[in-house]
């Protein structure tokens, strides 16, 4: 952790604040590229949308899996050529598909009504995205895969749309999937990579795309998935948190206590809501010391400012101080901006970057201006 640069980060720009090392996410992509050469690593840009972030990946090569319109206009205003990008998205609308086909990116359909728009949309790259009815251990909310899950086409519609597709005069450039996220299995991926290439083999598409959701190492997932997979046929693969989840913190103050046993931060579920929508549990690091704090028998929990009961970053403190002292969230990077809101009329963070030693702002902190804007 870069303790002196998160500690003058929090005194230039305040708490809370997002702070994302871009040498640690280029680092971390870059493993994703030497464990599978040859292949398309495209950031999934829904982790961490950062523009600094963005535009660093793309001058290191990467590409970027993008879910609907805003964030494929974000890829492409940080200058990633279409021919890297890869657009997903269940629900978008016709006039989605159609422009991002227009772009030159490859579109995937997930459902037999997203495809008959896009075969009938002009020319493009067009992908089909199956739901290969696999279970993953992970979180439910976290699982995709699953048979009864609202993403990709069933296996069973497989001949439909390769139909749809033939009658149309087109082809389909690639076959994917997408299991879940934090799935620490890699004969998870091993037995999506023998479905999905079997299927790109009888389709005719030339790439597979195996999505992204593993929590351990690259070679660990490459040695499990390169053998199911023909030398000839390319690879797409779509890693996010695992890019950027050590490369990020959410920095905090304690602004009030409560003697039995809150320390209530400046941050809370509206900074990051992971730790109450999934249960996830996050390093917390005090790195300045507040006040000191009143007797209290047990846990100190740290607990946002928002309206509700479950606004927990950490039930557990290690090293709890007072009012005044400054924290540093770890493992972050990830679902932490991206899932930002204003719920309580909270203004959304301002975000910092790390490249060497030198900080800088990436994008301001939200503004009542910024808020009221498209008020009629």
């Known amino acids: 952790m870069p303790r002196e640069l998160l500690i003058e980060a929090a005194e230039r720009w305040g708490t809370p604040l997002y702070v994302t090392d871009l040498d640690a996410a280029a680092a971390a992509a870059h493993a994703w590229r030497s464990a599978l050469p040859g292949a398309l690593v495209a950031y999934a840009v829904k982790a961490n949308p950062d523009p600094a972030l963005l535009r660093r990946l793309v001058i290191e090569g990467f590409g970027f899996e993008v879910v609907g319109p805003v964030e494929l206009a974000l890829a492409l205003r940080a200058g990633c050529p279409p021919e890297r990008v890869v657009v997903n998205g269940v629900g978008q609308t016709d006039a989605d598909l159609a422009d991002g086909l227009a772009t030159g990116a490859l579109v995937n ?3 037999l009504g997203a495809l008959d728009v896009l075969v009938h949309a002009g020319p493009g790259r067009i992908g089909l995205r199956l739901n ?36 149309a005069g087109r082809a389909v450039a690639s076959i994917g999937a997408h299991i879940g996220s934090e799935i620490d299995d890699p004969q998870s991926f091993g037995r999506l990579a023998t479905l999905i290439s079997s299927l790109a083999q009888e389709t005719g598409a030339t790439q597979v795309d195996l999505g992204g959701g593993f929590a351990g190492s690259p070679a660990a997932w490459a040695a499990a998935v390169r053998p199911h997979l023909p030398e000839a046929m390319r690879l797409i693969v779509e890693p996010g948190r695992s890019i950027v989840r050590d490369a990020g913190w959410l920095l905090t103050r304690v602004a009030r206590v409560q003697a039995r046993g809150h320390l209530i931060a400046d941050a ?43 606004d927990v970053l950490s039930r557990h403190v290690e090293e709890p ?21 204003t719920y309580n009329g909270r203004l959304r963070a301002a975000q910092a ?19 009221v804007a498209r008020d009629a």
Do not use: N
């Not at 009815?133 to 439910?140: M, N, R």
């Open 109 to 111: 359909a997930e459902t």
């Open 132 to 167: 290969p009815g696999l279970e993953a251990d992970t979180h439910p909310y976290l699982a995709t895969g699953a048979a009864d899950a609202k993403f990709g086409l069933a296996l069973d519609e497989l001949p439909v749309a390769m139909d749809m597709v033939k009658r």
């Open 268 to 310: 809370g579920m509206t900074e990051f809501l992971r730790p109450m929508l999934y249960g996830s549990r996050h390093a917390v690091t005090v790195l300045t010391p507040g006040t000191d704090l009143p007797p209290h028998e047990g846990d100190w929990t740290l607990s946002g400012p928002i309206c509700e009961s479950g």
């Open 321 to 341: 101080s007072g009012e005044g002292a400054l924290i540093a969230i770890g493992q972050a990077g990830a679902y932490g901006l991206a899932m930002a809101s």
């Open 353 to 371: 970057v790390i490249e060497g030693e030198t900080l800088r702002l990436s994008r301001r902190r939200e503004t009542l201006e910024d808020l």
